[in-house]
Nanobody, 120 residues
């Protein structure tokens, strides 16, 4: 599966931004999907993940209650709605696909990343 993330940009603190990730292939619904981010000078970190059907989601504590992951299997898309953004959310955001289980995903496929910058 090939992934293409988009939707990044510059937003003020407290604002909102929505990211999208388009997946190629006809087997999108067989993959669990996740969002990760990497801030300058830091390691990549997990943000959120969603099950194949979209019925289960899981978030990093740092974004819980502010970010929402969703997917549309008919459109081969996964989304990340980000609200109440903080400067510390500034990072390159990546979508990833997993053929593992929800609790042990093991992401094998990665998109190219989209930059989100939150100004204070």
């Amino acid at each position: 599966v090939q992934l293409q993330a988009s939707g990044g940009g510059l937003v003020q603190a407290g604002g909102s931004l929505g990211l999208s990730c388009a997946a190629s292939g006809r087997t999108f619904s067989s993959y669990g999907m996740g969002w990760f981010r990497q801030a300058p000078g830091k390691e990549r970190e997990f943000v959120a993940r969603i099950s194949r059907s979209g019925s289960r989601t899981y978030y990093a504590d740092s974004v819980k209650g502010r970010f929402t992951i969703s997917r549309d299997n008919a459109k081969n898309m996964v989304y990340l709605q980000m609200n109440s953004l903080k400067p510390e959310d500034t990072a390159v955001y990546y979508c990833a696909a997993s053929s593992g289980t929800f609790d042990y995903p093991g992401y094998a496929y990665w998109g190219q990343g989209t930059l989100v910058t939150v100004s204070s």
